[in-house]
């Protein structure tokens, strides 16, 4: 089967611009999250979606949206990007009522 | 409020030692524990974790970890590094009941392996 999927691998932006990521989770898998792994930092959870509908958000401001559509698929968009946004963007998902979550590879984002 | 803190941003053994990386945790409520691992340039894998039940936890690649409530730790070991054990591990705590929601991560470990 196969695992959690993102794209693109890697992106390079400019301050100002807005981006889109994308992310498909594990067949079966409902529950869409949405962390940033700044470079020698552990990841920060941005967003929870959970049957289309978001379940949690972290301390992240309101540049950064998400979206879950039909097919439990997921989109990551922050807009005005700053270079402070230069991160790994990771997406995981889970099983309905099961608390552990497998994570993607990963998009790396770098603002200029 | 619910925190971690992973003793030693970087640990480096020998091959064939022990391999010992120290997390401890804060919560008010009871908590699920995680370790991750990543290689350069990939995403987290699940190395183990512990929900209900046993304390000591056996994971992946010969890996384990103990929950020990009274001195809030969860610290992972392996009784023989490889080489190949070359990575950055995180350890990561949740809410009981926690349904794919909000993990909260360690700084995390970068363990290096000598030959």
């Known amino acids: 089967d196969a695992g959690v999927t993102q794209s693109p691998t890697h992106l390079i932006k400019t301050r100002g611009q807005q981006v889109t990521l994308r992310c498909s989770p594990i067949s079966g898998h409902k529950s869409v999250s949405w962390y940033q792994q700044v470079l020698g930092q552990g990841p920060q959870f941005i967003f929870q979606?959970?049957?289309?509908?978001?379940?949690g958000r972290g301390n992240f401001p309101d540049r950064f949206s998400a979206r879950q559509f039909p097919n439990y698929s997921s989109e990551l968009n922050v807009n005005a990007l700053l270079l402070g946004d230069s991160a790994l963007y990771l997406c995981a998902s889970s099983l309905q009522g099961q608390e552990t979550q497998y994570f993607g590879p990963g998009t790396r984002l770098l603002v200029l | 409020a619910q925190s971690v803190t992973q003793l030693g941003s970087h640990v480096s053994v020998s091959e064939g030692a022990l391999v010992l990386l120290r997390c401890n945790y804060s919560s008010s409520v009871p908590p699920y524990l995680f370790w991750y691992v990543q290689y350069p340039n990939q995403g987290l894998q699940l190395l183990l974790k512990?929900?209900?039940?046993?304390?000591l936890v056996k994971g992946i690649n010969g890996f384990e970890a103990e929950f020990k409530k009274s001195e809030t730790s969860f610290h992972l070991t392996k009784p023989s590094a490889h080489m190949s054990d070359a990575a950055e591990y995180f350890c990561?705590?949740?809410?009981?009941?926690?349904?794919?929601?909000?993990?909260?991560f360690g700084q995390g470990t970068e363990l290096s392996v000598k030959p």
């Open positions: 979606y959970y049957e289309k509908e978001e379940r």
């Open positions: 512990y929900t209900t039940g046993a304390t």
């Open positions: 990561a705590v949740s809410r009981k009941g926690n349904q794919g929601g909000k993990l909260i």
